[in-house]
């Protein structure tokens, strides 16, 4: 769940939802400034709209935090209960499709490995216990990803799949999408800049985000087909308060009518 606070209350974003506006921007991406990634087109949009999609096992029951009564933030869950979330969604996802699977792999990998050395959202203070296991995942990830590689026929002469270009400039896409998602829905909006953005030729720069009014973002470079996006995502808001059980917060989530951000794009110049 991506929770956000305001006058109005605690907004919750489930993360299957997240992950369908992020599936929604790459189906819009591409313009005179931004390349689209036009490789495997269908088994990118699959990967960013179902990246996530491990959560929606843990959001069945979150665990709270006992500190404020409400669900642990998705930055603050510890790897026993995240590891195995992500693990089960790349094996589906793998299953489905091999590409998606391996992009799928390398966005749950690059969560415990900074993204593959290009952004640090979690900042990871594991004991030897959790520091075991991140270890186990990252190495099963990375066997993983040349075995789905291989089996998606794509072509990887520069050695392991993170390292070849063409698929790190998709991955790198990936997290684009799934940060600009973030902006909106944890960040309110916010300024923000989101960075690497493949720019085409192994060229890279930074989406600046600018606050333009309540659920809009000014971007630059503009990076969409059309001049004006709205990428609609599903929320709840409930009272911002501690409650004693999962059963609790739940109750108040299903119970609360669902309300639709609009969350609109439009180009700084």
């Known amino acids: 769940m991506i929770l956000s606070r305001s006058a109005e209350g605690l907004t919750v974003v489930r993360q299957p939802d997240h992950g369908r506006q992020t599936g929604a921007f790459a189906a819009a991406w591409g313009s005179d400034e931004v390349p689209a990634d036009d490789t495997r087109t269908d088994s990118v949009r699959l990967a960013a709209t179902h990246h996530d999609d491990g959560w929606g096992t843990w959001e069945l029951y979150p665990t709270l935090d006992p500190a404020t009564g409400q669900p642990v933030q998705f930055l603050e869950l510890t790897p026993f209960e995240h590891v195995p979330l992500y693990r089960a969604a790349i094996e589906r996802m793998a299953a489905v499709d091999p590409f998606a699977g391996l992009l799928v792999s390398m966005h749950g990998a690059g969560l415990y490995n900074a993204r593959y050395g290009t952004f640090q959202l979690i900042q990871l203070d594991l004991s030897d216990e959790e520091r075991a296991i991140v270890d186990e995942l990252l190495a099963d990830m990375a ?38 998602s973030l902006q909106y829905c944890y960040f309110a909006s916010a300024d923000g800049a989101i960075g690497p953005l493949p720019l085409g030729a192994g060229a890279t720069g930074q989406l600046r985000c600018h606050n333009a009014g309540r659920h809009t973002l000014a971007l630059d470079p503009w990076p969409f087909q059309e001049r004006r996006h709205v990428f609609a995502v599903p929320s709840v808001t409930v009272a911002d308060r501690p409650y004693p059980t999962p059963d609790a917060f739940l109750e108040a989530v299903l119970s609360a009518p669902i309300r639709t951000l609009e969350c609109t794009a439009v180009p700084l110049r």
Do not use: F, K
């Open 143 to 180: 066997a993983l990803q040349v075995a789905l590689a291989a089996r998606s026929g794509a072509s990887t002469p520069h050695g392991h799949p993170s390292e070849d270009p063409a698929i790190r400039a998709t991955y790198l896409r990936l997290q684009v999408w799934d940060r600009l």
